[in-house]
């Protein structure tokens, strides 16, 4: 378990979130990677009012900022791609490989989580908007064509690149699990298969664990069970 | 001019593209990436009705695709990557400059395209819609907030970096030009200086220079002036 306030890695993290976030706050990413390389981690708890000066660290205010000594980043792909250096484990050295799980990196966040995310919101967030539902025929079509287009390329293998797993597959399958809460994985037995395989492994376990862990220990008062 | 038939640098483009898409298809990001570098390049056009088999090489069917000899890529946040890990006019080599410029390019890809393109697209694409019109002032505060927020950051300095130039003003000023030719740049003098001072180097220059000279050559009959 790499939680360790003594480490020199920070990862900042929200201390509470609503139901509808919990699993699903970008610093799981981060912590998953950081277990698969078995790297310690401090991680610094903020609230949804952020603290004074955060947008200095982060200037969209999300969470996670991530820390190495002088390293200091944002962005959840970059984080990954930092951590990939750092660790073989996470990212493969041979040139065409590596940039095999650099291109699925940036698939994930740029071809894939946006249409989902977006369809996802008309199912919360934006719900009670008189658009809301007429529009999701549009933005049903655009997250299944991208769906559909990923899992054709998956086809049967394990990982994006075949048997290897890298931070390609952790922001893939965190981005898919926004698409499997909001239903619209639908009939495609092999993207519920390797989002499963995914949430299998340990150190994912673990990561998510110690996500939901602490929304548990500063759950609002009057909303606890 | 890097355009070279015998380059070993491959990338596709379209050879036509309706008038509201010209100036902003994805292989502009990675020809200007290649003019900056001064690298020799071919271009590898393809019809907007895709050749067979070309999902196996982008699985989204987009453009472009990135080849040098053996290394293949898709995503242009990871082809932009590879060139300035060729070239330190592209990326800085010390680590914390390098991670900073690679945020920069994730955060264009995923924090700013995606609220930008969405908004822009109820402009055009998708304005027919009877819901397109209501939808407008959620996806408005949502793109605004982004750029205020990038605007905030950005300040008075010269480039994301300050004085150095990296392959993360490539990316945000071409995601910008979306949000110029939909209008939702705004009051924001220093976004619009910003966009202005990447369009006025001579590489952005010839890169679209390049890619509006195919599209008049591939003008289909009927519709040349």
């Known amino acids: 378990m790499p939680i360790n306030s003594d480490a020199d890695i920070e990862v900042t993290a929200f201390d509470w979130v609503p139901e509808p976030a919990q699993g699903l706050v970008k610093d799981l990413r981060v912590r998953w990677a950081l277990e698969e390389a078995r790297f310690d981690y401090r991680v610094r708890l903020i609230g949804l009012e952020r603290p004074p000066g955060y947008a200095g ?8 900022c991530f820390r190495d000594g002088q390293v200091q980043i944002f962005e959840t792909g ?15 050295r041979e040139p065409r490989a590596k940039y095999r799980a650099i ?21 919360n967030f934006w719900a009670a908007h008189a658009w809301a539902e007429p529009s999701k025929p549009t933005f049903d079509q655009l997250a299944q064509l991208r769906l559909g287009q990923l899992s ?14 890298t931070i390609a597959d ?10 499997t809460r909001a239903g619209l994985i639908g ?18 376990g673990q990561a998510l664990d110690d996500q939901l862990t602490t929304f548990r220990k500063h759950e609002p008062q009057g909303e606890a069970a």
Chains 1, 2 share one sequence.
């Open 57 to 64: 660290e982060q200037p969209f205010q999300q969470v996670p």
């Open 78 to 92: 970059a984080i990954l791609q930092y951590l990939g250096e750092k660790s073989e484990a996470l990212l493969p």
């Open 103 to 123: 291109q699925w990196t940036y698939a994930a966040l740029s071809s894939i989580e946006p249409f989902v995310q977006f369809r996802a919101l008309l199912n």
């Open 152 to 165: 054709d390329r998956l086809g049967d293998s394990e990982w994006l690149d075949g048997d290897r797993f």
């Open 170 to 179: 952790i922001m893939m399958v965190t981005v898919l699990r926004i698409a």
């Open 187 to 204: 009939d495609r037995p092999n993207l519920h298969a390797y989002v499963q395989r995914g949430e299998a492994r340990p150190p994912f």
